[in-house]
């Protein structure tokens, strides 16, 4: 469903300007200086969150060693952050690549954090778009930005 984000402006939303800085607007909880996160705007559960490299590039392939750990240690913050604010029982983590998959922006590889609870709804039906979510976009936004404070590293 993100796509619908990524044609606004036909600009790629995960090549937002600026640095080091959150963006409530965008959703944008961190920009390093590799990686990116930003809350899904259609979230799949409450504090699903999208985590991408800086490069412009539809796939892993397209990214060096060091941007590949820096990503994975980006998500590796995401889930500390969302385990410490929303304490979930579990996670689904993971890449759409092509459409067919269900990639909503194909040209820049992001990877989806979804957070999980016991007795949340199951993930395929969350994917027929029968979604529950029971905060606001904007609250859960407030509640984790200042866990991911700019210029500290991944
Ligand atoms: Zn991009």
Known sequence: ????LGQRSGRCIFCPEGNDEGDAERLILYRGRLSVVMM??????????LVS??????????LS????????????RCLAVLRKTMTPDGFNVGLNLGTVAGAGVEAHVHF????????????MTVFADVRVIPEHLQE????????????EDP
Not at 1 to 4: A, G, K, S, T
Not at 114 to 121: A, K, L
Not at 140 to 151: C, E
Request: net charge positive; charged share 20%.
């Open 112 to 123: 989806h954090v979804v957070p999980r609870w016991n007795g949340d709804t199951n993930f």
């Open 40 to 49: 899904n705007r259609f979230p799949y559960n409450n504090g699903h969150l």
């Open 65 to 76: 060693s060091e941007e590949l750990l820096d990503l994975l240690k980006t998500l590796r």
């Open 53 to 62: 490299p800086r490069t412009h590039t539809p796939s892993l392939d397209g």
């Open 1 to 4: 469903m993100d796509y619908i």
């Open 140 to 151: 859960t936004y407030r509640k984790l930005l200042p866990h991911f404070a700019p210029g």
